[in-house]
């Protein structure tokens, strides 16, 4: 019985084990197409039992890649049968060019708003300070305490 | 009993909405007796639900099975420590186990800050009973964890249970998701403190010296959480990493990275009176994250492998949210006034600046990690074709961002606050500076190639450097000072100041993670199907599979890889990989063996069976400097307890302090 249970649940198969291209290799190009088992993993990572989408495609890539094609190539072949959800990462072109840029540029205008955050700070408190008509030098001479006790408590 | 527990569950909703209703009546028509009645509503909703979370917890312990809950998450031969963890393994247990954690935080911070925060208390209670409602009316009307099985006349119950997920029978996942909860939830107390003193315009910055050790308390358990989570998945689900960018992985990491964001800008506000509205936002932004991320692992937004069943709730998750980012949001902008920043900045070379930035990196982080969370639900929606993303995506955004963080982590502790002199740059700079470029030339000249691992590991010896140089500074002066020596400099260094010093212990521990990320460049695997007696070499280690094993137990059936490790013809260990079959819920895992060093891992998984059933596939992965990411898992939780405990200077210095300024309390020093 445990024979049995072992035999017919534990039966992953091992596609990349008998292949002439190393796993490694297969491997890193499976991990570049999403598993549609369900199991939310790469082709590359699932370990579901006998999957039914990740078998066939590993033997599609190693077909391809055994083939002398292009990892880009196998890949491009791949997400065309299989469809686009078994994308990784978006594409180069459209809406997936959108994904690519969009984490960038807002870092980048993060970046940018600092200085100007910063000018806008200095600006508004020297206007604050001459509103209330306090003479800078005695602005001056609280904010060096201030710095001061600061450092001492640094 | 499962009446009992829907009737504390009921109660516990209704204490807590009139809680809500009482607290704001009360505060509204000036009615302290209304104020308080809602305080003791609080009182009473922990209790109902602390007498809910004990009749489920009792169900699952004497294995009854007539609760729906139970048969379908427990089993009778599961152990202790998982019948405590089905508690929270599935959707209705688990909402109960929040909605338990935030009767707890909203019963503790509400008595014991209702003296401190007389004027604004009833606020707090407010937030912090409304979002504790959210929860509880979810279980009380979409996720009953109390519902009973009833077939038909005769049918009541099961003899026994389909038991819990197989991948959640671990020690990890026993404390893992009681600590992610901590986390989630916790931050619901410095958000109830925001807006209260939002609400009530309270003056200066008492909200955050009330609320600091509550942030730095569930930023420490989001942070446990989230490793615990990493740790897990390490050893558990045997595809050889750690980190994944799962969305639910994702979700627990959003106000992590916004929380961390805050508790680096909350000092601009303690020390200078800046960024106060901002401060506002950013606590804002974490507790919506946290609820966010509850709606990803439960409503069905995003598919993911930790994801609790797809259910309808996401809706009530919508409103929730909606509803509380308005209110957050007109508070905030009818409170421009109150927010103002009080001092200057003279300079883009200061200490003021680099908070500035570091929190600009960690939003755009965490920006990016929403992004891609979410781009396949934007692309299905804008271009109808669901565009799925992954590790590579996440890993092409987020490292350089990272590698910035790691140097602003540097940079930071060396400017001065308001502006630094060209001078003072030069001299802090040097020896930083240098020891990165010799670290850089000396991995280049001994082959590594890897442009990313390059810089990070420089990074890595130019942030160790700043930290050091803190300590050794600091440490100095006391050593000269009190004729000590250096190590017990050091540690009354680090008594004077905890916070900065226990500080400089978690950067030092982002230090060591960012080693450990860095290794993953260098990680080899290798698959192949063996026969007793085979051995296979990867990289320098060789593998002889001397014997397969099987045995059986009422829980599960497991087989036995007995693999013996050596290195240059010289025995190291034998690891044993094993693959188990659950009979309860017929599911198969793999549990994998490590030989674990400072160098490298050496991780064994036994992948299953050949087609055609006769021969174990044994998965071989070598994985350097993995290790490093646990010693600092260690270290930042090291750091941030002591950057918890009191300054020692505080104490001694608060009288002197308080007699400058004329006998007036001070309610807490800068530091």
Known sequence: MAHLAISLLLALAAAGAQAKVPYEKLRQVGDLVTCQCSCAYTVGSCNMLNCHFRDPVLQDIQAGLEAGQSDEDVLEAVYAKYGSETRVQPGNDGFGLIGWIAPFATLLAGLALVPWVIRRWRRSNRTRSRAAGVPEEVVERFRSRIEDDLEELE | ?671
């Open chain 2, 1 to 671: 009993m499962e009446n009992l527990g829907y009737l504390a569950v009921l109660l516990a909703f209704l204490l807590s909405a009139y809680a809500v209703a009482a607290a704001l009546a009360g505060k509204l028509r000036r009615n302290p007796f209304l104020e308080v009645s809602a305080q003791r509503a609080v009182l009473g909703a922990w209790l109902m639900t602390t007498a809910a979370s004990a009749i489920l917890l009792h169900a699952i312990l004497t294995d009854n099975f007539s609760f729906n809950y139970v048969a379908s998450r427990s089993n009778a031969d599961l152990g202790l420590l998982y019948k405590v963890a089905a508690w929270w393994g599935g959707q209705e247990g688990s909402l109960l186990f929040w909605s338990w954690i935030a009767a707890s935080y909203t019963f503790v911070s509400v008595y014991t800050g209702r003296k401190l925060h007389r004027n604004m208390i009833s606020y707090v209670v407010v937030t912090m009973a409304a979002t504790q409602a959210f929860f509880l009316g979810l279980v009380a009307f979409e996720a009953n964890p109390f519902q009973v099985i009833m077939s038909g006349p005769q049918i009541t119950s099961v003899p026994d249970g389909s038991g819990l997920n197989p991948l959640l029978q671990h020690p990890m996942m026993a404390i893992h998701p009681p600590m992610l909860y901590l986390g989630y939830v916790g931050f619901t107390v410095p958000f109830a403190f925001a807006l209260a003193s939002l609400i009530t315009r309270q003056p200066g910055e008492r909200w955050i010296h009330t609320t600091r050790i509550w942030t730095m308390v569930t930023w420490l358990f989001q942070s446990i959480g989230i490793l615990l989570g990493a740790r897990w998945a390490y050893v558990v689900l045997g595809w050889g990493g750690y980190w994944g960018w799962d969305p639910v992985e994702n979700a627990s990491l959003l106000p992590w990275l916004t929380g961390t964001a805050f508790l680096h800008s909350v000092m601009m506000q303690e020390k200078k009176g800046m960024m106060k509205a901002w401060n506002i936002i950013l606590i804002s932004a974490t507790f919506f994250l946290c609820i966010f991320g509850t709606m990803m692992t439960r409503g069905g937004l995003v598919s993911s492998v930790h994801a609790f069943a797809q259910s309808e709730i996401g809706t009530y998750f919508v409103w929730f949210l909606v509803g509380g980012i308005g209110i957050t949001a007109y508070l905030i902008a009818s409170r421009r006034d109150y927010l103002r920043s009080e001092a200057e900045l003279d300079s883009v070379v200061s200490r003021e600046s680099s908070f500035l930035f570091n929190n600009v990196i960690l939003l755009a982080s965490c920006f990016a990690v929403l992004w891609g969370t979410l781009f396949p639900v934007l692309s299905e929606y804008f271009i109808g074709d669901k565009i799925t993303v992954g590790a590579p995506f996440f890993n092409k955004v987020n490292v350089p961002i990272g590698l910035f963080l790691l140097f602003l982590t540097g940079v930071g502790p060396l400017f001065a606050w308001r502006r630094t002199s060209l001078e003072s740059l030069r001299r802090n700079f040097q020896w930083p500076a240098l020891a990165a470029a010799v670290c850089a030339i000396a991995l280049f000249a001994a082959g590594m190639r890897h442009l990313y691992a390059l810089v990070c590991f420089s990074l890595c010896a130019f942030v160790t450097l700043t930290v050091l140089m803190e300590f050794y500074r600091g440490g100095r002066v006391i050593q000269r000072k009190q004729s000590l020596a250096l190590p017990a400099a050091l540690v009354e260094l680090t008594r004077r100041n905890t916070r900065r010093y226990g500080g400089y212990l978690v950067h030092m521990a982002i230090v060591l993670m960012f080693v450990g990320f860095a290794g993953a460049a260098f990680n080899r695997v290798h698959q192949e199907e063996m026969t007793v007696g085979d051995s296979i070499e990867v990289g320098a280690y060789s593998f002889k599979l001397q014997n397969i094993s099987e045995s059986d137990s009422p829980n599960f059936f497991r087989a036995v890889a007995a693999i013996d490790v050596s290195k240059g013809g010289e025995f190291l260990q034998t690891l044993m990989p094993e693959r188990r079959f659950y009979h309860a819920s017929s599911q198969p895992t793999s549990r994998v063996d490590v030989r674990s060093r400072l160098r490298e891992d050496v991780y064994v998984v036994y992948a299953g069976q050949s087609n055609d059933g006769a021969n174990p596939v044994i998965q071989v992965y070598l994985n350097p400097l993995v290790n490093w990411i646990w010693l600092g898992a260690l270290l930042l939780v090291f750091g941030t307890l002591v950057a918890l405990v009191p300054n020692k200077a505080r104490r001694s210095a608060t009288p002197v302090r308080a007699a400058e300024l004329g006998g007036q309390p001070v309610g807490a020093s800068g530091d």
